[in-house]
């Protein structure tokens, strides 16, 4: 009966430790998942407009004057916030950040020559 005991309870241990390393390890795949964010902006002074469209650069494609897309991790994303505000004027400036999940990327439509650019995934060996 003690050796059952015993048993039982490293067994028990063993399915808590499990289920605590799985969600640790979901908790990580959410903070390094990318998300399909599109950064727009309207800004009237060139020198600032230039400078938020080079920090843009850095982080996404753009893909009309004042549009970028963007894969972003969530730290990226506040990175990129934190950059973005750091540079404007919020009396002046529009910034706006719109993100998409998979199944309204999905439902993005274009026209003419336009095109989603998504990056492919990559796995590292």
Known sequence: MTTRNT???????????LARA??????????NRRHWVAVCYDIPDDRRRTKVMKTLEGFGRRVQ???FECELRPVDLDKLKARLKALIQPEQDDVRFYDLCETCQGKVT?????QMHREKPSVMV
Do not use: I, N, W
């Open 7 to 17: 048993v039982s309870k490293a067994l028990k241990k063993l399915q808590t430790h």
């Open 65 to 67: 004057y004042s549009v």
């Open 110 to 114: 274009t026209l003419g020559r336009a």
């Open 22 to 31: 799985e969600e640790e390890q979901t908790a990580l795949t959410q903070r």
